[in-house]
Nanobody
């Protein structure tokens, strides 16, 4: 079965950096676009970034554009999210997900999800 395991979350001060990783198994990783979403307490899950299978096209939410970078290593079945210049409002549980050949912007376009990793940014 498909498994996604996120890692790399933690506590960081505002202005700091973290790199999240998501290791996938049980699927032909290179065939799928991958996405990162986040969910803060009391808020809906929101799109953060996505990357096509070829790694040639990436998409970002306006709130993270210029600060976050998504990348993937198809040989390692892993997708990454480099987060720089972190802000307290970036605090959330971050999830990676497998796109089902649908819109990358919406959670409904994904059919497999990881368990999430907590990112906390202190001011």
């Amino acid at each position: 079965q498909v498994q996604l395991v996120e890692s790399g979350g933690g506590l960081v001060q505002a202005g700091g950096s973290l790199r999240l990783s998501c290791a996938a198994s049980g699927l032909t990783f290179s065939n799928h676009a991958m996405g990162w979403f986040r969910q803060a307490p009391g808020k809906e899950r929101e799109f953060v970034a996505a990357i096509r299978w070829s790694a040639g096209t990436a998409y970002y939410a306006d709130s993270v554009k210029g600060r976050f970078t998504i990348s993937r290593d198809n040989a390692k079945n892993t997708v990454y999210l480099q987060m720089n210049s972190l802000k307290p409002e970036d605090t959330a549980v971050y999830y990676c997900a497998v796109n089902k050949d649908s819109s990358v912007w919406y959670a409904s376009g994904y059919n497999y999800w990881g368990q999430g990793t907590q990112v906390t940014v202190s001011s």
